[in-house]
């Protein structure tokens, strides 16, 4: 990572102009922010809190409604597009309208803005989709329609045609949201790499907030009297700001488990003892929560759970098989009262 910056937000207001049916809205007031060369930056921040809003500000897709960004050291406003294109490239959430194209096509798309007016692509054009095709994963897939893929693989095409683009920022909101928990990981490794091999800034925004905190050097929390407060992310959760951020009504932030958990307002006092150790004790834990317990050391009701696969708990001369039957019982202790009947543990 180095320390140029590449993109800066200076004293801006965000937000929207008045319209016809509509008053002016000022999202966002005094943002100050820089994102620089191969850094991977997370806007994240609770639903309608202005990350869309703050992140089409950044490239330029809406005036600032007051202040300035500026792009690689030029104010976004005196670049042409196809300057901007030539510095910036914008990966949005919009599913991808799939066209009769292969993929290299479409990644090569990304070179327009290097084009001349005829058209022609050179080789300089092709060792970059090449490259772009390598970095986003999807080398393998060149020759295929881009109808033909599945959704998280043309969102990699998507990622492979904005590189191709060879910008110093790469914008994506909201990228993982098509994606399943797998695919998520692994575009998340992508982008992690991506900012280290090209050396490009990537601003991401991403309701993933384990992700921001596991791997962005910078987080861009949106929230809270139309501001960003701009830090790495431990100085952000350490501080309380993203708890504070996202706290609710019934939400609080989970330090251990790095991520936003709905507080369990379910819970019936009881408590019970756990005797189990690992990830049997783990899962038993999971489990008693879900029944509305709570796990203490110093209760007197105490489970006890043997490995097995379905495991075998005893409580209070009930004998089960299995954690759906252990909740079932601590939900409603009559419920399953033929659990008396299965064996000794
Ligand atoms: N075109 C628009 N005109 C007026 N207000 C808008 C417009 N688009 C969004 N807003 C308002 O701006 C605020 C921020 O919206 P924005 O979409 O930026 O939030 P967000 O953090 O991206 O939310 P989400 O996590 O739900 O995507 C909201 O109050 C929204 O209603």
């Known amino acids: 990572m180095s320390e140029r910056p590449v993109l800066e937000a200076q004293g801006v207001d965000a937000g929207y102009k008045r319209r016809r049916r509509h008053p002016a809205t000022t999202v966002l007031r005094g943002v100050d922010l820089v994102a620089r060369a191969g850094e991977l930056v997370a806007v994240v921040g609770p639903n309608g809190a202005g990350k869309s809003t703050l992140l089409r500000t950044l490239v330029g897709a809406q005036a600032p409604l007051a202040g300035r960004v500026v792009l690689d050291g030029v104010e976004m406003g005196a670049l042409t597009p196809r300057e901007r294109a030539r510095r910036l490239a914008v990966m949005l959430t919009e599913p991808v309208d799939v066209g009769l194209m292969t993929v290299e096509a479409v990644v090569a798309l990304g070179r327009l803005p290097y084009r001349s007016w005829l058209g022609r692509r050179t080789g300089d054009d092709q060792s970059a989709v090449d490259r772009a095709l390598v970095d986003a994963g999807v080398g393998e897939l060149r020759d295929r329609m881009l109808s033909d893929l599945s959704d998280g693989e043309r969102q990699r095409v998507m990622l492979a045609r904005a590189l191709a683009q060879d910008p110093a920022v790469l914008v994506l909101d909201e990228p993982t949201a098509f994606l399943d928990v797998a695919r998520r990981i692994e575009l998340a490794a992508v982008l992690s790499r991506l900012t280290a091999t090209t050396g490009a800034a990537i601003i991401m925004s991403t309701h993933d907030l384990g992700f921001a905190l596991r791997r962005a050097d910078q987080v861009w929390l949106v929230g809270g009297q139309s501001t960003v407060t701009a830090s790495a992310p431990e100085d952000l959760a350490y501080g309380g700001a993203i708890a504070e951020c996202f706290a609710g009504e019934n939400m609080t932030f989970d330090d251990a488990a790095a991520t936003v958990v709905v507080a369990d307002t379910s819970t019936s006092g009881a408590t019970v003892r756990i005797e189990a150790t690992g990830r ?34 005893r409580l209070d001369g009930v004998h089960g098989v299995g954690f759906g039957s252990m909740v079932a019982h601590l939900r409603e202790p009559q419920a399953v009262p ?8």
């Open 280 to 313: 049997l004790r783990q899962w038993t834990e999971h489990a008693v929560r879900r029944a509305g317990w709570a796990p203490s050391e110093e209760s007197a009701t105490v489970i006890r759970v043997e490995p097995g696969t379905p495991c075998r708990w």
């Open 338 to 345: 033929s659990m008396n009947h299965v064996g000794e543990l």
